[in-house]
């Protein structure tokens, strides 16, 4: 199956700042993580939450540009600049997705502050 048309949406719903349809795309047993440090960011939808109303309440518009994006089965990878991240700066990112019932089960990030 291929997942690149929910990942999309999920994008979209995140820079709309549409928290219910951005969480909707999310599994039960949402886990989120940075990959290079093993730092776990949320565990559990409710924690996703919980994580993302803050966000989309404290930013003037988060938005996320694709810049490349591989498909893999399940698994997508997106390289990603994503600004107003956690105030007003600017990140670049490898996001990896997990899917499992068609809804992302795992996230895990590669970030780096832009200048």
Same mark, same amino acid.
């Given at each position: 199956?291929?997942?690149?048309? *929910?990942?999309?949406? &999920? #994008?979209? !719903?995140?820079?709309?700042?549409?928290? @219910?349809t &951005?969480? %909707?795309? $999310?599994?039960?047993? /949402?886990?989120?993580? $940075? $990959?290079?440090?093993?730092?776990? $960011?949320?565990?559990?939808?409710?924690?996703?939450? !919980?994580?993302?109303?803050?966000? &989309?309440? =404290?930013?003037?518009?988060? /938005? *996320?540009?694709? #810049? +490349?994006?591989?498909? +893999?089965? +399940?698994?997508?990878?997106?390289?990603?600049? *994503?600004?107003? &991240? =956690? %105030? +007003?700066? @600017? *990140?670049?990112?490898?996001?990896? /997705?997990?899917?499992q019932?068609? #809804?992302?089960?795992? @996230?895990? /990030?590669?970030?780096?502050? #832009?200048?």
């Open positions: 199956m291929d997942y690149t048309h *929910i990942v999309e949406r &999920f #994008l979209e !719903a995140y820079n709309q700042k549409d928290l @219910a &951005f969480i %909707g795309y $999310l599994h039960p047993d /949402f886990e989120s993580y $940075l $990959l290079d440090t093993q730092v776990t $960011l949320s565990r559990g939808k409710e924690e996703a939450i !919980a994580i993302y109303k803050k966000r &989309f309440e =404290e930013v003037p518009g988060p /938005f *996320i540009r694709v #810049l +490349n994006r591989m498909v +893999n089965d +399940n698994f997508i990878i997106d390289d990603q600049i *994503i600004e107003h &991240f =956690e %105030g +007003n700066k @600017a *990140i670049h990112a490898f996001s990896i /997705f997990e899917f019932d068609s #809804l992302i089960r795992k @996230a895990s /990030f590669v970030r780096r502050d #832009l200048p």
